[in-house]
Protein backbone atom coordinates (compact mmCIF):
# COMPACT_ATOMS: atom_id res chain seq x y z
CA UNK A 1 0.00 0.00 0.00
CA UNK A 2 0.94 3.60 -1.07
CA UNK A 3 2.43 5.53 2.11
CA UNK A 4 0.36 8.62 3.17
CA UNK A 5 2.22 11.18 1.37
CA UNK A 6 2.42 9.91 -1.73
CA UNK A 7 -1.58 8.85 -2.05
CA UNK A 8 -2.16 12.28 -1.30
CA UNK A 9 0.41 13.52 -3.85
CA UNK A 10 -1.52 11.12 -6.27
CA UNK A 11 -4.89 12.45 -5.06
CA UNK A 12 -4.06 16.12 -6.07
CA UNK A 13 -2.32 15.51 -9.16
CA UNK A 14 -5.14 13.03 -10.34
CA UNK A 15 -7.48 16.03 -9.62
CA UNK A 16 -5.86 18.38 -11.75
CA UNK A 17 -5.20 16.11 -14.77
CA UNK A 18 -9.02 15.36 -14.66
CA UNK A 19 -9.45 18.90 -15.01
CA UNK A 20 -10.86 20.10 -11.65
CA UNK A 21 -9.97 23.31 -10.59
CA UNK A 22 -9.60 22.66 -6.87
CA UNK A 23 -9.01 19.91 -4.49
CA UNK A 24 -9.51 19.60 -0.95
CA UNK A 25 -9.33 16.46 1.74
CA UNK A 26 -10.40 16.04 5.26
CA UNK A 27 -10.75 13.89 8.10
CA UNK A 28 -14.29 11.74 7.45
CA UNK A 29 -15.87 12.59 10.69
CA UNK A 30 -19.31 13.48 12.33
CA UNK A 31 -20.51 17.21 11.25
CA UNK A 32 -21.54 18.23 14.81
CA UNK A 33 -22.51 21.66 14.42
CA UNK A 34 -23.96 21.52 10.40
CA UNK A 35 -26.40 18.55 12.06
CA UNK A 36 -27.47 21.19 14.54
CA UNK A 37 -27.87 24.12 11.66
CA UNK A 38 -29.67 21.81 9.35
CA UNK A 39 -31.68 20.09 12.07
CA UNK A 40 -32.79 23.72 13.09
CA UNK A 41 -33.56 24.38 8.83
CA UNK A 42 -35.91 21.96 8.26
CA UNK A 43 -37.71 22.26 11.89
CA UNK A 44 -38.68 25.74 10.37
CA UNK A 45 -39.77 24.55 6.56
CA UNK A 46 -37.17 25.96 4.86
CA UNK A 47 -37.18 22.73 2.71
CA UNK A 48 -40.47 23.71 0.89
CA UNK A 49 -41.60 20.61 -0.99
CA UNK A 50 -37.95 19.28 -0.97
CA UNK A 51 -38.79 16.25 1.16
CA UNK A 52 -35.48 14.53 0.19
CA UNK A 53 -33.77 17.52 1.97
CA UNK A 54 -35.32 15.22 5.52
CA UNK A 55 -34.47 11.85 4.09
CA UNK A 56 -31.00 10.01 5.76
CA UNK A 57 -30.28 12.80 8.24
CA UNK A 58 -27.54 10.59 9.84
CA UNK A 59 -25.81 9.45 6.58
CA UNK A 60 -25.98 13.49 5.97
CA UNK A 61 -24.17 14.24 8.91
CA UNK A 62 -21.54 11.38 8.85
CA UNK A 63 -19.80 10.20 6.06
CA UNK A 64 -18.57 7.61 8.11
CA UNK A 65 -22.07 6.23 7.56
CA UNK A 66 -22.36 6.21 3.69
CA UNK A 67 -19.33 4.89 3.12
CA UNK A 68 -18.28 2.16 5.63
CA UNK A 69 -14.94 2.53 6.75
CA UNK A 70 -14.36 6.26 5.43
CA UNK A 71 -11.66 8.17 6.72
CA UNK A 72 -11.30 10.84 4.36
CA UNK A 73 -13.50 13.16 1.95
CA UNK A 74 -11.82 14.44 -1.17
CA UNK A 75 -13.95 17.78 -1.75
CA UNK A 76 -13.48 18.49 -5.67
CA UNK A 77 -14.21 22.12 -7.63
CA UNK A 78 -15.06 22.51 -10.94
CA UNK A 79 -15.54 26.01 -12.22
CA UNK A 80 -18.67 26.71 -15.49
CA UNK A 81 -18.53 30.11 -15.15
CA UNK A 82 -19.20 31.29 -19.09
CA UNK A 83 -17.04 33.25 -21.79
CA UNK A 84 -20.20 34.82 -23.06
CA UNK A 85 -23.82 35.71 -21.71
CA UNK A 86 -27.23 35.52 -22.94
CA UNK A 87 -28.15 37.55 -25.63
CA UNK A 88 -32.23 38.01 -24.23
CA UNK A 89 -32.99 39.05 -20.86
CA UNK A 90 -36.17 38.19 -20.78
CA UNK A 91 -36.48 34.41 -20.06
CA UNK A 92 -33.02 34.06 -18.13
CA UNK A 93 -31.35 30.69 -17.17
CA UNK A 94 -28.98 29.72 -14.39
CA UNK A 95 -25.53 29.33 -16.14
CA UNK A 96 -25.37 26.07 -14.16
CA UNK A 97 -27.37 24.43 -16.62
CA UNK A 98 -26.21 26.44 -19.86
CA UNK A 99 -24.00 23.13 -21.05
CA UNK A 100 -24.07 19.36 -20.63
CA UNK A 101 -25.87 17.80 -17.59
CA UNK A 102 -23.24 18.27 -14.86
CA UNK A 103 -24.07 15.12 -12.71
CA UNK A 104 -23.17 13.58 -16.46
CA UNK A 105 -19.74 15.37 -17.22
CA UNK A 106 -18.85 15.12 -13.22
CA UNK A 107 -19.48 10.89 -12.76
CA UNK A 108 -17.34 10.42 -15.32
CA UNK A 109 -14.67 12.04 -14.23
CA UNK A 110 -15.25 10.35 -10.49
CA UNK A 111 -14.96 7.23 -11.99
CA UNK A 112 -12.21 7.61 -13.70
CA UNK A 113 -10.58 9.25 -10.71
CA UNK A 114 -11.53 6.54 -8.53
CA UNK A 115 -9.94 3.66 -11.01
CA UNK A 116 -7.07 5.71 -11.24
CA UNK A 117 -6.55 5.42 -7.35
CA UNK A 118 -7.19 1.75 -7.28
CA UNK A 119 -4.40 0.92 -9.53
CA UNK A 120 -1.73 3.02 -8.46
CA UNK A 121 -2.75 2.87 -4.32
CA UNK A 122 -4.14 -0.78 -4.51
CA UNK A 123 -7.66 -1.96 -2.56
CA UNK A 124 -8.86 0.61 -1.57
CA UNK A 125 -12.77 1.45 -1.17
CA UNK A 126 -15.06 4.46 -1.51
CA UNK A 127 -17.80 6.12 -3.71
CA UNK A 128 -18.01 9.60 -5.53
CA UNK A 129 -20.73 11.78 -5.31
CA UNK A 130 -22.21 14.99 -7.34
CA UNK A 131 -25.67 16.13 -5.97
CA UNK A 132 -26.51 11.75 -5.61
CA UNK A 133 -26.32 11.67 -2.35
CA UNK A 134 -26.44 12.82 1.27
CA UNK A 135 -23.59 15.02 1.42
CA UNK A 136 -22.95 18.06 2.52
CA UNK A 137 -20.40 19.19 0.02
CA UNK A 138 -19.95 22.86 1.14
CA UNK A 139 -18.92 21.74 4.62
CA UNK A 140 -16.75 19.84 3.29
CA UNK A 141 -15.06 22.33 1.19
CA UNK A 142 -14.86 24.38 3.58
CA UNK A 143 -13.16 21.83 5.70
CA UNK A 144 -10.37 21.05 3.43
CA UNK A 145 -9.52 24.81 2.55
CA UNK A 146 -11.25 25.65 -0.51
CA UNK A 147 -13.67 28.25 0.66
CA UNK A 148 -15.78 29.87 2.90
CA UNK A 149 -19.56 29.56 3.01
CA UNK A 150 -21.40 33.00 2.00
CA UNK A 151 -24.08 34.72 2.96
CA UNK A 152 -26.19 33.71 0.06
CA UNK A 153 -25.03 29.85 1.13
CA UNK A 154 -22.34 29.20 -1.56
CA UNK A 155 -19.16 28.60 -1.09
CA UNK A 156 -17.16 31.23 -2.17
CA UNK A 157 -13.16 30.58 -3.30
CA UNK A 158 -11.19 33.67 -2.81
CA UNK A 159 -9.39 33.60 -6.21
CA UNK A 160 -12.01 32.29 -8.43
CA UNK A 161 -15.67 33.45 -6.57
CA UNK A 162 -18.28 30.59 -6.50
CA UNK A 163 -19.29 29.40 -10.18
CA UNK A 164 -18.58 26.00 -9.31
CA UNK A 165 -19.94 22.55 -9.12
CA UNK A 166 -18.69 20.47 -5.91
CA UNK A 167 -18.07 17.15 -6.05
CA UNK A 168 -17.10 14.72 -3.15
CA UNK A 169 -15.09 11.11 -3.41
CA UNK A 170 -15.46 9.66 0.24
CA UNK A 171 -12.67 6.88 0.26
CA UNK A 172 -11.60 4.24 3.43
CA UNK A 173 -7.73 4.95 2.94
CA UNK A 174 -5.56 7.55 5.28
CA UNK A 175 -4.45 10.76 3.82
CA UNK A 176 -3.09 14.29 4.61
CA UNK A 177 -5.46 16.03 5.41
CA UNK A 178 -5.79 20.14 4.20
CA UNK A 179 -6.30 23.12 7.13
CA UNK A 180 -10.27 24.65 7.32
CA UNK A 181 -10.64 28.06 6.10
CA UNK A 182 -10.83 29.58 9.34
CA UNK A 183 -11.32 33.17 8.18
CA UNK A 184 -14.99 34.54 6.68
CA UNK A 185 -14.07 36.57 3.46
CA UNK A 186 -17.81 38.07 3.08
CA UNK A 187 -17.21 41.11 6.21
CA UNK A 188 -20.10 43.34 6.05
CA UNK A 189 -21.14 42.90 2.44
CA UNK A 190 -24.87 42.46 2.04
CA UNK A 191 -25.10 42.86 -1.61
CA UNK A 192 -26.18 39.19 -1.72
CA UNK A 193 -29.18 39.84 0.54
CA UNK A 194 -29.89 43.09 -0.68
CA UNK A 195 -30.00 42.18 -4.60
CA UNK A 196 -32.21 39.24 -4.07
CA UNK A 197 -35.92 39.01 -5.87
CA UNK A 198 -37.87 37.25 -3.30
CA UNK A 199 -35.44 37.93 0.32
CA UNK A 200 -34.91 34.74 0.45
CA UNK A 201 -31.06 35.56 2.03
CA UNK A 202 -31.57 36.08 5.84
CA UNK A 203 -29.20 36.89 8.31
CA UNK A 204 -26.58 34.61 9.66
CA UNK A 205 -26.27 32.75 6.57
CA UNK A 206 -29.27 31.32 6.46
CA UNK A 207 -31.36 30.93 2.97
CA UNK A 208 -34.87 30.23 2.98
CA UNK A 209 -35.08 27.53 0.33
CA UNK A 210 -38.81 27.59 0.31
CA UNK A 211 -38.97 30.98 -0.91
CA UNK A 212 -35.74 30.76 -3.24
CA UNK A 213 -36.84 31.64 -7.35
CA UNK A 214 -34.50 28.18 -8.17
CA UNK A 215 -36.53 26.53 -5.45
CA UNK A 216 -40.19 27.59 -7.32
CA UNK A 217 -38.32 27.53 -11.30
CA UNK A 218 -36.63 24.02 -10.74
CA UNK A 219 -37.66 21.87 -7.54
CA UNK A 220 -41.56 23.00 -7.10
CA UNK A 221 -43.96 20.24 -8.69
CA UNK A 222 -46.99 22.44 -8.17
CA UNK A 223 -48.76 22.65 -11.31
CA UNK A 224 -48.89 26.62 -10.04
CA UNK A 225 -46.72 28.91 -8.24
CA UNK A 226 -48.07 30.50 -5.26
CA UNK A 227 -49.79 34.26 -6.83
CA UNK A 228 -47.46 36.02 -3.34
CA UNK A 229 -44.52 35.69 -5.98
CA UNK A 230 -45.47 37.22 -8.85
CA UNK A 231 -43.49 40.49 -10.23
CA UNK A 232 -40.62 38.87 -8.16
CA UNK A 233 -38.67 36.63 -10.18
CA UNK A 234 -36.40 39.13 -12.48
CA UNK A 235 -37.36 37.12 -15.16
CA UNK A 236 -35.75 34.34 -14.30
CA UNK A 237 -37.08 31.16 -16.27
CA UNK A 238 -34.61 28.46 -14.76
CA UNK A 239 -32.88 29.02 -12.10
CA UNK A 240 -31.64 32.26 -10.04
CA UNK A 241 -27.90 33.73 -10.23
CA UNK A 242 -28.76 36.80 -9.02
CA UNK A 243 -27.01 36.18 -6.04
CA UNK A 244 -23.91 34.97 -7.54
CA UNK A 245 -24.04 37.81 -10.47
CA UNK A 246 -23.84 40.64 -7.19
CA UNK A 247 -20.94 38.92 -5.62
CA UNK A 248 -17.64 41.31 -5.24
CA UNK A 249 -15.73 38.05 -5.50
CA UNK A 250 -17.43 36.78 -8.80
CA UNK A 251 -14.95 39.89 -10.22
CA UNK A 252 -12.09 36.77 -10.13
CA UNK A 253 -14.21 34.24 -11.69
CA UNK A 254 -12.53 33.00 -15.14
CA UNK A 255 -13.96 30.71 -18.18
CA UNK A 256 -14.58 27.71 -17.39
CA UNK A 257 -12.04 25.04 -19.45
CA UNK A 258 -14.29 22.34 -19.45
CA UNK A 259 -15.66 21.37 -22.85
CA UNK A 260 -18.64 19.36 -21.43
CA UNK A 261 -19.87 23.19 -19.92
CA UNK A 262 -19.90 24.75 -23.56
CA UNK A 263 -23.55 26.71 -23.78
CA UNK A 264 -26.02 25.54 -25.85
CA UNK A 265 -26.39 27.87 -28.67
CA UNK A 266 -30.68 27.82 -27.90
CA UNK A 267 -30.23 28.80 -24.12
CA UNK A 268 -27.94 31.86 -25.64
CA UNK A 269 -30.39 32.82 -27.81
CA UNK A 270 -33.85 31.94 -27.09
CA UNK A 271 -35.96 34.70 -27.07
CA UNK A 272 -39.45 34.31 -24.75
CA UNK A 273 -41.38 33.59 -28.13
CA UNK A 274 -38.41 30.97 -28.92
CA UNK A 275 -39.34 29.09 -25.56
CA UNK A 276 -43.38 29.79 -26.22
CA UNK A 277 -43.12 27.78 -29.40
CA UNK A 278 -41.16 25.29 -28.10
CA UNK A 279 -42.76 22.20 -28.63
CA UNK A 280 -42.58 18.46 -26.18
CA UNK A 281 -40.84 16.95 -28.91
CA UNK A 282 -37.95 19.46 -29.39
CA UNK A 283 -37.54 20.48 -25.62
CA UNK A 284 -36.79 16.50 -25.30
CA UNK A 285 -34.00 16.62 -28.07
CA UNK A 286 -32.47 19.84 -27.68
CA UNK A 287 -32.13 19.29 -24.09
CA UNK A 288 -31.69 15.77 -23.83
CA UNK A 289 -28.10 16.31 -22.27
CA UNK A 290 -29.06 19.34 -20.23
CA UNK A 291 -29.89 19.70 -16.28
CA UNK A 292 -32.86 21.77 -17.86
CA UNK A 293 -34.51 18.09 -18.74
CA UNK A 294 -35.02 18.21 -14.75
CA UNK A 295 -37.82 20.58 -14.58
CA UNK A 296 -39.03 18.62 -17.33
CA UNK A 297 -41.26 20.71 -20.33
CA UNK A 298 -44.68 21.20 -18.15
CA UNK A 299 -42.31 23.40 -16.02
CA UNK A 300 -41.00 25.44 -18.17
CA UNK A 301 -44.19 26.00 -19.59
CA UNK A 302 -45.39 26.86 -15.83
CA UNK A 303 -42.64 29.01 -15.81
CA UNK A 304 -43.11 30.82 -18.69
CA UNK A 305 -46.88 31.77 -18.05
CA UNK A 306 -46.00 32.87 -14.32
CA UNK A 307 -43.17 35.36 -16.04
CA UNK A 308 -45.66 36.50 -18.83
CA UNK A 309 -48.56 36.53 -16.28
CA UNK A 310 -46.08 39.05 -14.15
CA UNK A 311 -45.45 41.14 -17.44
CA UNK A 312 -49.79 41.36 -18.01
CA UNK A 313 -50.08 42.40 -14.10
CA UNK A 314 -47.03 45.33 -14.48
Known sequence: ????????????????????????????????????????????????????????????????????????????????????SQSMEESKVSKYAWGQDYHVVIQSKLHAFFSILRDKIGAIEGRGFVDSAPVMERSWAQRSGLGWVGKNGNLINKNNG????????????????????????????????????????????????????SYFTIELKDALINHNMKGKFDQWLFGCDTCQDVCPWNRFSTPTKEPGFKPLPEILEFSTTDWEELTEESFKMIFKDSAIKRTKFSGIKRNLQFLKDNQHES
Open 1 to 84: MMNIEAATHLVKNTAAELGFSFCGIAKAELLTEDARRLEDWLSKGMHGQMHYMEKYFDLRIDPRKLVPGAQSVITLLINYFPET
Open 162 to 213: SFFFIASLIVDIELLYDSPLAKDYCGTCTQCIDACPTEAILPNKVVDGSKCI
